[in-house]
């Protein structure tokens, strides 16, 4: 799988969208860009996913680049419950039966 | 409600002792792991089933043992267990060994050794 990099901490206000960045400068053709969050003493959350177009789903919004080799994950209204520990992930889909390999995240703290 | 169980959640024991830890899912999900998240909060694969058959295992202690009656569970038994082993358990599922539309985890087993 490709490695991720991710800064390891970032604060955002309540109510303002939290844009966390990752970076993927070596994602091969077929891996997907997956994110994940670990909200404290839980087990990890399943967020979104892509491989090249934009998504959005009820939780939020993945903004890949055209060239791939970076994306964006988009909270549009943070709250107090977002704050979590957020993990970006490349790997296969339908063939990465080696799970997921969790990188160091990024701590997101949401502020009143 | 839908979703990954794990029993017990949190786990204090003695040295030596051997100690089991469940996981039960109602997903419909075929694929079932085990993850370990340590001290440090790193996460890392630990097993994964498909079809009662283990399909990865990675460089763990055969101490360390899956087992899966069926496809809703896959348990975890530990023997001769070791401070080390001290560390946050975590069950999940997926559809599919890929996990394409993503992995569905259980709260955590909190294992403390001493």
């Not at chain 1, 399943?46 to 919004?61: D, P």
């Not at chain 1, 909270?75 to 957020?86: I, Q």
């Not at chain 1, 992930?89 to 039966?97: D, E, F, L, R, T």
């Amino acid at each position: 799988d490709a490695k991720t990099t991710q800064p390891p901490s970032m604060d955002c206000a309540e109510g303002r969208a939290a844009n966390l960045p990752c970076n993927h400068s070596t994602i091969s053709g077929n891996e997907y860009v997956y994110w994940y969050r670990q909200i404290h003493s839980q087990g990890p959350q399943y967020i979104i996913h892509g491989l090249k177009n934009n998504e959005t789903n009820e939780m939020a919004s993945l903004i890949i680049t055209e060239d791939r080799k970076s994306s964006t994950l988009i909270l549009p209204h943070a709250t107090l419950r977002d704050t979590a520990v957020y993990y970006c992930i490349a790997q296969p889909a339908g063939g990465g039966a080696d799970g997921l390999t969790f990188g160091k995240g990024t701590h997101l703290i949401i502020q009143p | 409600d839908t979703a990954v169980s794990q029993t017990p959640k949190y786990l204090v024991t003695q040295m030596g002792n051997d100690k089991s830890i469940k996981c039960e899912q109602n997903l419909g999900h075929d694929t079932m792991y085990w993850y370990k998240q340590d001290s440090k909060k790193f996460l890392k694969i630990m097993f994964s089933y498909n079809n009662k058959e283990l399909i990865i295992n990675e460089t763990v202690p055969n101490r360390f043992s899956p087992k899966s009656p069926d496809k809703a569970h896959l348990n975890l038994h530990i023997n001769s267990l070791e401070l080390g082993d001290s560390a946050v358990y975590f069950c999940a599922s997926s559809q599919g060994q890929g996990g394409y539309y993503g992995y569905t985890f259980g709260s955590g087993t909190r294992l403390t050794v001493v």
